[in-house]
Every structure is written in structure tokens, then in C-alpha cells.
């Protein structure tokens, strides 16, 4: 049990330990874990973040999901009724179409039936004229009588 | 055994409990005990540098292995700290403790290494009769050195806190009251409280390490007796290791406790 001045050494040593520790060991170690403890608490706020945009999102999504069904619903009966409208006109041209060829076809027809007539008359007034001059047995001055003739094939 | 001559036991346990002590000047205050000094520095040196060497790149992303091990030391001290300590502890207390509690563990671990091995190794580098205690907290100087600088520190602190007339103050009006009667009575006890402080503080840990080393000298004694107490001698010296290592961690635990719980109370008021 001898004290000396080992003591005091001692204590400069504990002394000079103690500063170095508080300079050099101790400050790196204490920004490292706070700045960990730091990101870790950001990271934290930050999912929860996310899971909270998350939610919302989904919430708009399902409710553009809706929205888009109601204007698909709206956008296909506006499109059945266009539908019908299109077959009625294009029913109605057809009907239309099919008049005027009628039309055409009786005009078409008459007049064939006119031109038929037509020919027929002559026929039968050359008929008649040959049957005259055969009755007759003399030629008939076709230009006294043209005025006859003519009468008659009008009246054919 | 370095000795082979004059074998006695009382010989031998003075051998190994004997300092190498280096006279500076005259008296006998003015000595060294160069085997303490030069294993107490180096160690804390080595402890120390080592833990500044891994922390010097401290990352705050993922840790290697070797900074997490220094994390868990710090966040080990930091906690104590806190639980007892409420002002901003990142100042001084708290690497304080660190560096008491590191140093006075790697001091006190000392005591595991065989010490007739220790003895061999200095008598083979130093001649037959040098003297080399390995343990520097066996020393009471390392002790005291450690006590009293915490009582320095406690009243600076103190005085820092309350200032010099607050301190002054305190010394007379606590625990009991301002009466000036009683004034003696506190003056009293506080002045106990001021003697014992560094005196238990210091003491524990000399007598721990101290008891322990001679009980390591006592085992190697009876190693020295024959086979049977060789036998008998390492399985005692291996139960005694284990337990030790207890004692050793838990010196330096309560040390840095007592560190940390006096320099604490010195900033509050009572």
C-alpha cells in the first residue's frame, strides 16, 4: 500500500483517455446511429406515406372504374339507337328506290305498249290498203284516198 | 516458478506482489510503478485506439460486423447513462464512462493471464529477479488515480452546475436545513460524503482485483506442491478463472456506474 506518484501519472493517463474518448470515439459513433435512427424513422413516415396514397388511389381508381362504366353503358345505348335509326333510313331509301324502278319499269312499259300500237296500225293499214286493192281489184290512188286512209288507221 | 533457489512460499507470492517500482526523486512519493504505468496506458491505448480505428469510418447505412459490436458497447454505457443521467450526456458523461468502463475491464482482464507465465516471460526478457505485476488495477495508485479524478471532476461539476457560492452553500445547508446551528452538522456530513466517495469508490475495485490475484497465487502455490496439487491447482485455477470473469465484468460495471451516479448527483440539487 505504497501511494506514489504513479498516482498522479495515473490519473493524467485516465485524464487525457477520457479527453480522447470524448473527442475522437464517441462523437462518430453517436452521428452514426443518430443519422441511422433518423433514416429509419423517415423511412417509416415515408411507407406510411405511401400507404396512405395507396388507399387513396385506389379509391380514385374504382371511382374512375364507376364513372367509366356509367359513360360505357350511356355510350352504347347512344350507339343501339343510332343503330335503329341507320336500318330505318336506309329502309326508307331502299323503299324509295324501289318506287322510282317501279316507276321507271310502268313508264318503260307504256311506252313499249305505245310503240307496240303503233305498229300495229301500220301493219294494219297496209293490211287494209292490200285488202282493198285486192277487193277492189284496181289500183286506188293512194293519194285520193290518203286522207281516207288515214282516218282509218286512226281509228285502228 | 521463475525462481529455482530459496522457494518459499511467502517468497514467491512477494515476488509477484512486488511493483517495479523506479525512484524519481527523493522520498518515497517520488516513485513509479512502471509495470502498472506501462500496462494501464498501453492498454487503454490499444482498447481505445482499436474502438477510435472501427468507429473512424462509422457508417450510419448498414454496419460491418466489427461497428456493430462497438454500437452495442456504445448503446450498452449510453443506456446506463441515461437512466441516470438527464442534462445532455453526449458532452463528457457519457464518453466518461465509456472510456472507465473499457479501460478499468481491459485492466482488470489482465488478471486472467497465467501469472507464472507472465513471470517467466519478464524474468526471460528482463533477468531472473525482475518484478512485473501485470494487473494494473491491483495497484491502489490506479485505483485512487481513477477515484480522484471522478472527485475532481464531481466538483468541478458541482461548482459548475451551482456555482462557487451555490457549492458552498450546499456544503453547509444540505441535507438538514439553513438553521446556522446545524450548519456544523451538515458541514459534517458532507465532508463524510466526500471522503467516503472516492474511498469506496476506489477501494472495490483495488480489493476485487487484488483478493483475486492472490488467490491465482495461492492455486499456483499448491501447483508447485506435486502432481496432486498440480491437478488440484488447475481445476481450482479453471473454476476460479470462470467466476473471475464475473468479478472482472462486473467491477468495471459498477465502477462506470459509480462514475457516471456521482458525476450525475453533483448537477442536481439536493
Known amino acids: ?156 | 516458478m521463475a525462481t529455482e533457489h530459496a522457494l518459499t512460499p511467502s517468497s514467491y507470492i512477494e515476488h509477484h506482489l512486488s511493483f517495479n517500482s523506479q525512484s524519481i526523486g527523493q522520498g518515497s512519493f517520488w516513485s513509479l510503478h512502471v509495470d502498472t504505468l506501462v500496462m494501464s496506458v498501453a492498454l487503454g491505448v490499444i482498447t481505445l485506439g482499436l474502438i477510435w480505428w472501427v468507429v473512424r469510418g462509422a457508417t450510419a447505412g448498414v454496419p460491418t460486423k466489427r461497428q456493430a459490436f462497438m454500437e452495442l458497447v456504445f448503446d450498452f454505457v449510453d443506456d446506463q447513462v441515461k437512466n441516470i443521467y438527464h442534462g445532455n450526456r453526449h458532452a463528457f458523461i457519457a464518453p466518461a464512462a465509456l472510456t472507465v468502463f473499457v479501460w478499468v475491464l481491459m485492466m482488470n482482464a489482465m488478471d486472467f493471464l497465467p501469472v507464472d507465465w507472465v513471470a517467466a516471460l519478464v524474468s526471460a526478457i528482463g533477468g531472473e529477479h525482475t518484478k512485473w505485476r501485470v494487473v494494473p488495477t491491483s495497484d491502489i495508485n490506479t485505483t485512487f488515480a481513477l477515484a480522484l479524478t471522478v472527485w475532481f471532476l464531481m466538483i468541478f461539476f458541482a461548482i459548475k452546475a451551482k456555482g462557487l457560492g451555490g457549492w458552498i452553500h450546499e456544503l453547509f445547508c444540505s441535507p438538514f436545513g439553513t438553521n446556522p446551528l446545524i450548519w456544523p452538522a451538515n458541514f459534517l456530513f458532507n465532508l463524510i460524503e466526500y471522503v467516503s466517495k472516492p474511498l469506496s469508490h476506489s477501494l472495490r475495485l483495488f480489493g476485487n482485483m487484488y483478493a483475486g490475484e492472490v488467490i491465482f497465487l495461492l492455486l499456483g502455490l499448491w501447483a508447485a506442491t506435486g502432481v496432486t496439487g498440480t491437478i488440484a491447482g488447475a481445476i481450482l485455477g479453471a473454476g476460479w478463472s470462470i467466476f473471475h470473469i464475473l468479478i472482472v465484468a462486473l467491477q468495471a460495471f459498477i465502477f462506470m456506474m459509480l462514475t457516471v451516479v456521482y458525476l450525475a448527483m453533483a448537477q442536481e440539487s439536493h
Open chain 1, 1 to 156: 500500500m505504497d501511494i506514489n506518484f504513479t498516482l498522479v501519472a495515473q490519473a493524467i493517463a485516465f485524464f487525457v483517455l477520457i479527453v480522447f474518448t470524448m473527442k475522437f470515439v464517441w462523437p462518430p459513433l453517436l452521428n452514426a446511429i443518430e443519422t441511422r435512427q433518423k433514416d429509419i424513422a423517415d423511412g417509416l413516415a415515408a411507407g406510411e406515406k405511401g400507404r396512405a396514397e395507396l388507399e387513396q388511389s385506389s379509391k380514385r381508381a374504382s371511382e374512375a372504374l364507376a364513372e367509366a362504366k356509367v359513360k360505357a353503358s350511356e355510350i352504347l345505348a347512344l350507339a343501339e339507337k343510332r343503330a335503329t335509326q341507320i336500318v330505318e333510313d336506309a329502309k326508307g331509301t331502299a323503299k324509295a328506290e324501289g318506287d322510282r324502278i317501279i316507276t321507271g319499269a310502268k313508264a318503260e312499259i307504256e311506252q313499249e305498249i305505245n310503240r307496240a300500237k303503233e305498229g300495229l296500225r301500220q301493219q294494219v293499214s297496209t293490211l287494209a290498203i292490200a285488202g282493198a286493192e285486192k277487193i277492189l281489184r284496181k289500183e286506188i290512188d293512194a293519194k285520193a284516198h290518203a286522207e281516207i286512209l288515214t282516218a282509218i288507221a286512226n281509228e285502228l
